[in-house]
């Protein structure tokens, strides 16, 4: 497809389990980034790639977080034992790098629901 | 601290009526700021991107205003639709790497008819 894909759409999940988030970005786009956003809030920065390698992973709030992106395109984002507080809707984004100019293209989300 | 405020929260407004939305940053260095338009239940989408050396950028009905000496940026929307209710999100960038995007918390925006 044209744009960023995240899959699922939807995860309902029970406190304590582990659950992979998958984002395909946009073909070509080297830098891919994942975001946390809670009703209300503005998009929080979890990890930037930039190819395969985490370029900024100052945003991941605990060890039981951690994201992969190991050809270069595809990311995962792997939450383990999860917690009610994880409940969030995860965004992805890619972004060509030539340019800096910052601009984002966002995927449509994966809304997380740990109960 | 890089830091990215809008203002307000929150704006209902009547169908037709004019509004403006605030970003106050303190981001340094400076790269660019950019406009998102965030409908619910979606990603966020770009709508403008103002550089250090822009005053005023229109895209249609939104008019982006920069002042760099200030360090605010605002967004005029004009005749205000329906299909404008959204959150409206403030990022600046700091330049050098491409992860330096510091995002505001977004104004919710609900055009009533």
């Known amino acids: 497809g044209a744009g960023v894909s995240q899959t699922p759409s939807n995860k309902v999940t029970e406190k304590g389990k582990y659950v992979e988030l998958r984002c395909d970005p946009i073909?070509?786009?080297?830098?891919l980034y994942w975001y946390r956003q809670s009703l209300g809030q503005g998009p929080e920065f979890l990890i930037y790639f930039q190819g395969t390698g985490a370029a900024d992973d100052s945003g991941l709030p605990n060890d039981r977080f951690f994201a992969v992106r190991p050809e270069g395109s595809v990311s995962t984002l792997k939450i383990q034992r999860t917690e009610r507080g994880d409940s969030a809707v995860y965004l992805c984004?890619?972004?060509?790098?030539?340019?800096?100019?910052?601009?984002?293209?966002f995927g449509e989300g994966s809304r997380l629901t740990v109960l | 601290k890089n830091q990215v405020e809008q203002s307000p929260q929150s704006l209902i407004i009547l169908e037709g009526k004019n509004c403006t939305l605030q970003?106050?940053?303190?981001?340094?260095?400076?790269?660019?700021l950019r406009w998102y338009k965030q409908d619910t239940g979606r990603g966020p989408v770009s709508l403008t991107i103002?550089?250090?050396?822009?005053n005023t950028k229109s895209n249609g009905r939104y008019t982006a205003t920069l002042d760099a000496d200030t360090k605010q940026s605002s967004l005029h929307i004009t005749a205000s639709q329906l299909s404008d209710s959204a959150s409206y999100i403030c990022v600046v960038n700091g330049g050098g790497s491409q992860g330096n995007l510091i995002f505001g918390k977004g104004t919710k925006l609900s055009v009533k008819p």
């Open positions: 103002m550089t250090f050396s822009e």
């Open positions: 970003c106050n940053y303190t981001v340094s260095p400076f790269s660019n």
């Open positions: 984004a890619s972004g060509k790098t030539s340019t800096n100019t910052g601009e984002l293209f």
């Open positions: 073909s070509g786009h080297t830098a």
